[in-house]
């Protein structure tokens, strides 16, 4: 994994040059070397990443070539239209394929319009079902526990 190698890596602390350390001990070292060294406040945090640690001129130059940076931008680039187009791909074909089989030749027919005014009154039926159903259950319920009592 390239995390655990990079884990190993020997980093310079930012604020000591002098200071060597492993990258895995770098957040702790930071939050007690920016205490210890007293001028933790001329350094910015990346907002990449909370290890990097910039004075306010270098940071802007930093943020433009951040490895976080890049990564985190590649990620969102790859994942979100890939989930978006899934879910709209889900929700029109199992709510719909089975109506618009139904009335194939509606001259005005707008498929989105159709489906969603269905959709609707198709939910409303299924609630009123349900509730009906748990309103009959509750009775038959109450039925028998007065019956044993
Ligand atoms: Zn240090
Ligand atoms: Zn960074």
């Known amino acids: 994994m390239a995390s655990s ?9 930012p604020y000591n040059k002098a200071h060597k350390l492993i990258r895995g ?5 930071l939050e007690r070397c920016s205490r210890i060294s007293g001028n933790s406040k001329q350094f910015l ?5 909370e290890n990097h640690r910039y004075k306010a001129e270098e940071l802007s130059l930093h943020m433009k070539e951040c490895p ?8 969102l680039q790859k994942e979100d239209p890939r989930q978006q ?3 709209t791909t889900w929700s029109i074909s199992a709510e719909c394929e089975e ?30 079902k349900s509730k009906a159903a748990r309103r009959d259950f ?11 009592q």
Do not use: Q
């Open 138 to 148: 509750r009775a038959n319920e109450r039925r028998r526990l007065a019956g044993k």
């Open 68 to 75: 976080e940076r890049i990564r985190w931008h590649s990620e």
């Open 85 to 87: 187009a899934t879910e």
């Open 5 to 13: 190698d990079s884990f190993n890596d020997f980093v310079t602390c």
């Open 25 to 29: 001990r770098l957040t702790k070292h």
């Open 99 to 128: 109506d618009w089989d139904k009335e194939p030749d509606v001259p005005t027919y707008n498929p989105i319009k159709y489906c969603e005014d269905n959709f609707v009154a198709r939910t409303t039926a299924i609630n009123g």
């Open 45 to 49: 945090v990346c907002p990449y990443n």
